[in-house]
């Protein structure tokens, strides 16, 4: 009884063996003979070129799987390039007396390779990304605590730290949002892609439709009105300049301006009433 009780459960059941087609055996004793001149010259670079072909699909697997997981603007190509290198690195430094399976071997180096590739790409260092990491959780924890969001003090206070070093946290954690001006928006048929760059607007820059449009309407506007009239509309809704500022600008009192810009807008008013259907719209 005692030694049915000690008995492992299942230790009678042996593993069903793999069994290996012809064309596998055939291409495992290749890549083994492949291995083993190699080995013999490793300034081979067409035997090494072999090994690399023939490993190949590892990098492309663990290339997807950690690209699969980044946000957008890192180029899979970017990864798997550097994942060769690593692969190569460990073609080099595999050692086949020790008995491990180079698949083993190869995988830590592959993606050691990818993420050193992807520290170098992130130009914000680790421990800044860690600090704006604490304070976001920081200030989600008093959201939810108070309500609202909380005050430079009251995170201060939460995080044990003064003032001062909260405020140096912040400023550093805003590089954290910044984003490559070269990141892809979208990929095309031709051979150059749209960056962000290309669609980012220029507030600073006229839009020459607007330009024209406005110059048109100016015109319209002023036509009929006498030297005085044309500068009061132009310094007032153009140049946005006070009653006060035109009535220094052309030497008249601020009451008369605006006396004056009454007349006009209800002459205006009246000039293009008429002239309705020529725009489509009401003039109110």
């Given at each position: 009884m005692s030694a049915t009780l000690s008995?492992?459960?299942?230790?009678?059941?042996?593993?069903?063996?793999?069994v290996k087609t012809p064309a596998q055996e055939k291409l495992e004793a290749e890549i083994a003979e492949v291995w083993r001149q190699y080995k013999l010259d490793?300034?081979?670079?067409?035997?090494?070129?072999?090994?690399?072909?023939?490993?190949?699909?590892?990098?492309?697997?663990?290339g997807e799987r950690i690209w699969s997981r980044l946000p957008d603007g890192v180029e899979l190509d970017d990864l798997i390039?550097?994942?060769?290198?690593?692969?190569?690195?460990?073609?080099?430094?595999?050692?086949?007396?020790?008995?491990?399976?180079f698949e083993t071997y190869c995988v830590p180096r592959i993606r050691g390779a990818?993420?050193?590739?992807l520290r170098s790409m992130d130009w914000v260092p680790r421990l800044v990304r860690s600090k704006a990491s604490k304070l976001n959780e920081a200030i989600k924890q008093l959201e939810t605590k108070n309500g609202r969001t909380p005050t430079e003090i009251?995170?201060?206070?939460?995080?044990?730290?003064?003032?001062q070093e909260l405020e140096k946290m912040m400023q550093e954690a805003n590089a954290v949002g910044l984003i490559s001006l070269d990141k892809k928006w979208y990929?095309?048929?031709?051979?150059?892609?749209?960056?962000?760059i290309d669609i980012l607007?220029?507030?600073?820059?006229?839009?020459?439709?607007?330009?024209?449009?406005?110059?048109?309407?100016?015109?319209?506007?002023?036509?009929?009105?006498?030297?005085?009239?044309?500068?009061?509309?132009?310094?007032?809704?153009?140049?946005?300049?006070?009653m006060k500022e035109i009535g220094v600008t052309l030497d008249l009192s601020e009451?008369?301006?605006?006396?004056?810009?009454?007349?006009?807008?209800?002459?205006?008013?009246?000039?293009?009433?008429?002239?309705?259907?020529?725009?489509g719209v009401s003039v109110s």
């Open positions: 008995a492992k459960p299942y230790a009678g059941i042996a593993r069903k063996p793999v490793p300034t081979d670079k067409a035997l090494r070129n072999r090994l690399v072909e023939q490993y190949l699909p590892l990098v492309k697997y663990n390039s550097a994942g060769v290198f690593g692969l190569m690195d460990a073609i080099n430094a595999f050692d086949m007396e020790r008995g491990v399976k990818m993420l050193d590739e009251e995170l201060s206070e939460h995080m044990e730290i003064s003032v990929e095309t048929d031709s051979y150059k892609d749209v960056r962000e607007e220029d507030k600073r820059s006229d839009d020459p439709t607007r330009r024209v449009q406005k110059s048109d309407i100016m015109r319209l506007v002023t036509k009929g009105l006498n030297r005085n009239e044309r500068l009061i509309i132009i310094l007032y809704y153009y140049e946005e300049l006070t009451s008369r301006v605006s006396q004056m810009h009454s007349a006009i807008v209800q002459r205006l008013q009246g000039q293009l009433g008429r002239r309705q259907p020529e725009f």
